[in-house]
Structures are given as structure tokens and as C-alpha cells.
């Protein structure tokens, strides 16, 4: 199998990009990052993008995330919030392990957070579902179930209109 | 039930419905060249000196539709500036209610955030006075280098004037012309001499009797 193109391709593969630590808040919607591509105080800004920004935006997929190249003397991150509210982030001489330690303590969500969000999200993944949007689309893929009932029609005293229905 | 099918207005009004179907795919069509003239063919000849008759609204009229028209927009600019105004107290009153009701989290998270670019902005302090440092230092370095090659160079010319002045005593000026011709005519170069290796020069056209002796003498 040939190699991946481009510079770095571990960029591109889905565990690297599943691996992304900054889940960003829900109020932020755009993220601009600005930095010069030459210059020792900007290298930190220029390998935090080439190697954490696609996993930013693959986790945040919702999010505006824009970079501005050779416009500024210093690089800076500009967070902008629903409220019309935003945040100047200085990255000027920083590591990307230091911009990225940064952001997940000041706009991302916290683990508790997290945490509570993914429990939610397993509720709703009931394997016992069926229907549009589930692993089982209807009641006769589940075995000890009703045929279908695009073939045979369910009985009147099991259909909800006859059921429900106001006499 | 026919289904409805794409067809003009005009032919479905003139056919009988059950014969729909056929006319919605005829076997022969009119085809549309272009919507409209592609960007740079030039204009047809039909139309190169084609002049568009000067529209002529009568007094009346154009008086009427001024009135009218100053009217509607003044209306609409009303209307407009109201909304506007409106919106714009109401978004005032929401960004209130935001503040207020903003998060203590991303409060909490701001003042981090300060901190951090206050200490950024010392580690940036330093870096551009060190930058600006060994500006001056090279400023100055260069400025001694061109004092250094000026004064090589002054050096250079007044050698050359030196050994100029030096050749001066061998110039035919104005004055000794008269005297350098009279020499230049006068004189006779003798090459009737020999040469040894040692770089030795013996004149006469005739070799002396002790030559050989001389030449002994001189190695």
C-alpha cells in the first residue's frame, strides 16, 4: 500500500484525529488564529497549527476556525462567543504543548462536562431501539418480533390509532 | 390520476388533458442558444447605431410619480429607522441580560486568560528589547567597518597623489615643451649593447678585449 501524500499524513488518520484534546465550549463559534509563517517567536503558533488544528476542528465541527497568516507582528488566537463577546489568547513565544494546555483550561468544556455529556449520549445509543437513525430499522429485524408491517399489517387492537382512538 | 406534468401554461390550456402526457416529451424541441449575449462578442450589426427613443412623460405625470415616489420612500425610511431603533434597544437589553446571566466559569476562565497574556506580554518585553539591543550593536558595528574602509580608502588615494607628485618631475609641462622636443630630437638611443643573464648591460658595437676578464669580475 503506497505512503499517505503530504507532510506529516498522521494529521489525516482518524486515530490521530479521534486523539484531539480541545472539545471547545458550545458559546464559542469562531476560532482565528493569527501568526507569521517566518519568525522563532511564531514557531509555536505555526506547529500548534499544523499539528493540532485539524484535530480541533474534527472535534469541533460546528466551529468557525480560520487562520490569518503574515498580518501580525505577534501571533494571537481570537475566540469569538455567541454573545458577541470575545477572547484574545497571546501565544507569542509559546510551545503548542503550552497554547494547548492553555485553551483546554480556558475555552474548552470541562471533564466534568464531558463526562456528563457522554452519559447522555449512551442513553440515547439503546441498542434496543429500532427505526430511522438505529442499527435495527424495523420491528421485524428483531428476532421473536411481528413480520414487517409494510407486508403484514398489524392487527387493529395492536395499532395505535385504534387504540388511542376517542370514541 | 395523470400526474402533473412539466409543460407550458399556454399548451396545457389549449390541449385536451389525456394527450398531456405525450406533449410533456415531444420528439422535436426548441432549444434556447444562449440566455443572454456571452461577455465580449461585439454588438450585432442590427443594433451598432441604434438609437433609444428618448422616453416622454407628459408634465402631469412625471409630477405625480415624483410626489409618489418621495412619498413610498419616506415611508419605508420611517419604517426602517423604527425597526432599526427598535432592534437596537432590544439587543441592548439582551446584551444586558447576557452580561448579567454570563457564565462565573468563563468569568473564571477570562481572568486566567489575563494572567496568561500578562505574562506573554513580559516574555515579549524582553525578547524586544534583546532584539532591539543587537540592533544598535549591529548599527554601530557597521558604522566602525565604513569609518575603517573610508580611511583605507583616503589612505589609497593619497598614495596615488604621492606617487603622482613623485612622477611630476618627469612631466613635459608648458614650460620645458621647448626643452623636451630639443632632447626627444637630440637624442639617439644606442642599441648596439649586449646583455648577460645577470642582467648585466656592455655598450660599444665592439666587444672589448677583456670582456670575458670584466665579466669574470663582475660575477
Known sequence: ?167 | MLRQLQCSASVRFFLPPDIMNVVANPVCKQSVRWRRKPPGTPLAKSKLFRIPPRPQVPEEERIELFRLTTNYNTFIKSVREFLREEVQSAAGKEQLADAVSMDDDLIRCKEINDKWNAEVALIREKRLLHEKEEKLNLISKRLEERKIRERNRVAEINELVRMEKEKEKYYITSENIDEAIENALRGEVDYNFAIDVKGNIYKGEVAEENLEKKAVETV
Open chain 1, 1 to 167: 500500500m503506497p505512503f499517505m501524500k503530504g507532510p506529516a499524513p498522521i494529521r489525516r488518520t482518524l486515530k490521530y484525529l479521534e486523539a484531539g484534546k480541545v472539545i471547545l465550549r458550545d458559546r464559542v463559534k469562531i476560532l482565528s488564529v493569527n501568526y507569521n509563517t517566518k519568525g522563532d517567536h511564531h514557531h509555536g503558533a505555526r506547529n500548534f497549527v499544523f499539528w493540532h488544528l485539524p484535530q480541533l476542528q474534527y472535534k469541533n465541527p460546528d466551529v468557525q476556525i480560520i487562520t490569518f497568516k503574515n498580518m501580525t507582528p505577534t501571533p494571537f488566537i481570537r475566540c469569538f462567543f455567541d454573545s458577541g463577546d470575545e477572547m484574545i489568547i497571546d501565544i507569542d513565544s509559546r510551545t503548542k504543548d503550552e497554547i494547548i494546555d492553555h485553551l483546554v483550561k480556558v475555552v474548552c468544556k470541562s471533564e466534568e462536562l464531558l463526562a456528563a455529556e457522554a452519559l447522555a449520549k449512551e442513553k440515547k445509543d439503546n441498542p434496543a431501539n429500532f427505526g430511522f437513525g438505529c442499527d435495527k430499522h424495523c420491528i421485524c429485524d428483531i428476532p421473536g418480533q411481528i413480520p414487517c408491517p409494510a407486508v403484514v399489517p398489524v392487527p387493529s387492537h395492536m395499532r395505535g390509532k385504534n387504540i388511542f382512538a376517542k370514541d
